[in-house]
T-cell receptor
Framework: KNEVEQSPQNLTAQEGEFITINCSYS?????LHWLQQHPGGGIVSLFM???GKKKHGRLIATINIQEKHSSLHITASHPRDSAVYIC??????????FGTGTSLTVIP | KAGVTQTPRYLIKTRGQQVTLSCSPI?????VSWYQQTPGQGLQFLFE???????NKGNFPGRFSGRQFSNSRSEMNVSTLELGDSALYLC?????????????FGSGTQLSVL
């Protein structure tokens, strides 16, 4: 069992839909990261959070420390949001634990 | 400000050879970490360097090694290459890394071992 589990593995949505990607972790972490990877490999760090909620444009990330669960929400999805979204936990020992990623396709 | 630069972008090697990959962090960033990404295993943490010292290491064999120079540039070396080492190798930099800072990733080096 992976230390970080993501769901769903694959997601197809119509443009404009509200999207949620879930991440659960079983290890102790001090921060949870949401990463976006487009075809071609480049990774962009979207959020890093250790509590509560963060918002950037149409993206919202939340974390519940007690439940060891985080969600990434995309409002008014757009085809350019199509990418792989990866959650990762990091601890104070600078270890990183990655989820297997959620492949999102937004259809026009 | 220039981003994280990885060279080369693509590399083809044969089994048994060794390879060195390079990563130049964002100016002012002192921490560089390395990751391996494969279709089967996903992203995995290799190691992290800060001020020329390896601070942490993932679960990889000793064939994987790295170093960091005084200007924060980092190199990663893989000796005695195996077919399973074929992967995208990514590096990321951050200012200090000790406080769970946001990471900035390079575009990666795609290594193919034949």
């Amino acid at each position: 069992k992976n230390e970080v589990e993501q769901s769903p593995q694959n997601l197809t949505a119509q443009e404009g839909e509200f999207i949620t990607i879930n991440c659960s972790y079983s290890v102790g972490i001090s921060a949870l990261h949401w990463l976006q990877q487009h075809p071609g490999g480049g990774i962009v760090s979207l959020f890093m959070l250790s509590s509560g909620k963060k918002k950037h444009g149409r993206l919202i990330a939340t974390i519940n420390i007690q439940e060891k669960h985080s969600s990434l929400h995309i409002t008014a999805s757009h085809p350019r949001d199509s990418a792989v979204y990866i959650c990762a936990g990091s601890n104070t020992g600078n270890q990183f634990y990655f989820g297997t990623g959620t492949s999102l396709t937004v259809i026009p | 400000k220039a981003g994280v630069t990885q060279t080369p972008r693509y590399l083809i090697k044969t089994r048994g050879q060794q390879v060195t990959l390079s990563c130049s962090p964002i100016s002012g960033h002192r921490s560089v970490s390395w990751y391996q990404q494969t279709p089967g295993q996903g992203l995995q943490f290799l190691f992290e360097y800060f001020s020329e010292t390896q601070r942490n290491k993932g679960n990889f064999p000793g064939r994987f090694s790295g170093r960091q120079f005084s200007n924060s540039r980092s190199e990663m070396n893989v000796s005695t290459l195996e077919l399973g080492d074929s992967a995208l190798y990514l590096c990321a930099s951050s200012i200090n890394r000790g406080t769970n800072e946001k990471l900035f990733f390079g575009s990666g080096t795609q290594l193919s071992v034949l």
